[in-house]
């Protein structure tokens, strides 16, 4: 059984900085891919970051320049740094892994910025 876990969301200002981490068991981490997601209200769920098991990294345009995805293997984590953040940010964030064509997701985790 897969699981995923979300920590480090919250509430920020404009301009500032969270860190997203995402602790996954139930599976050989380093061999998949694992990605960031997220669902503002009213709007359908975006892919916002993803790296591979290679440690490639991709972000959709909005982020790129303030969000960095990074993963450590030994602690089983993928991380999202995210940086001078704005309130169009704000939504549920949710790690996602694909393992053997299947998704798995945390249960989301809100980031909230706002003044």
């Known amino acids: 059984q897969v699981q995923l876990v979300e920590s480090g969301g919250g509430l920020v200002q404009p301009g500032g900085s969270l860190r997203l981490s995402c602790a996954a068991s139930?599976?050989?981490?380093?061999?998949?891919?694992m990605s960031w997601h997220r669902q503002a209200p009213g709007k359908e769920r975006e892919l916002v970051a993803r790296i591979s098991a290679g440690g490639s990294r991709s972000y959709v345009d909005s982020v790129k320049g303030r969000f960095t995805i990074s993963r450590d293997n030994d602690k089983n984590t993928v991380y999202l740094q995210m940086n001078s953040l704005k309130p169009e940010d704000t939504a549920v964030y949710y790690c996602?892994?694909?393992?053997?064509?299947?998704?798995?997701w945390g249960k989301g985790i809100q980031v909230t910025v706002s003044s």
């Open positions: 996602n892994q694909v393992v053997r064509g299947m998704d798995y």
């Open positions: 139930g599976v050989t981490f380093s061999m998949y891919a």
